[in-house]
């Protein structure tokens, strides 16, 4: 990865960098994409491919019906109210 690079992917993210940091990320983008290449050499024949290294589980509970607030009693606190509904101003005029 070379100065060149990186200010064209800096611009290219609008991002606007100072040439401390060019220097920086140049030194920084080098060594995440040498570590991607070592990477890229590894065998993986065999391994079967994944979306996510840790087993999918489903973590819900149980859906079942149970005793909630009245709505006269979660709205009552509100600084306004109407209707047992929460009143607020108006996002849109």
Do not use: C
């Not at 149970?66 to 607020?88: C, H, L, M, Y």
Request: hydrophobic residues 40%; glycine residues 4%.
């Amino acid at each position: 990865m070379d100065e060149a690079t990186v200010r064209h992917v800096a611009h290219l993210a609008r991002l606007e960098l100072s040439d401390e940091e060019i220097a920086k990320f140049t030194g920084d983008l080098t060594a995440i994409t040498d570590y991607v290449a070592q990477l890229a050499k590894v065998s993986v024949e065999g391994v079967e491919g994944t979306v996510h290294p840790v087993a999918d589980r489903n973590l819900w509970r149980e859906d079942r019906v149970i005793p909630s607030f009245k709505r006269e009693d979660a709205t009552g606190n509100a600084p306004d109210s109407e209707q047992n509904f929460f009143k607020v101003p108006p996002a849109i005029e």
